[in-house]
């Protein structure tokens, strides 16, 4: 069974400096981005789990 994964902290630590973040501008950027992913993760598993349970009720 697969499914999404959380980006890694390399990549945002990469997209942040892309941007030029630094200090507390970076370490603000690394948590908000963790938490929206966070929560597309949870999104993403709650709608696999309604589709699998769809799919088991037909």
Do not use: C, H, V
């Not at 892309?18 to 598993?45: A, H, K, P, V, Y």
Request: charged share 25%; aromatic share 10%; glycine share 10%.
């Amino acid at each position: 069974m697969g499914g999404e994964g959380p980006i890694t902290w390399a990549t945002i630590r990469a997209y942040a400096a892309d941007l030029g973040l630094t200090g507390d501008e970076l370490r603000l950027f690394q948590t908000f981005f963790g938490m929206i992913d966070n929560e597309w993760l949870s999104m993403q598993s709650d709608k696999q789990k309604a589709e699998k349970n769809e799919r088991s009720a037909s």
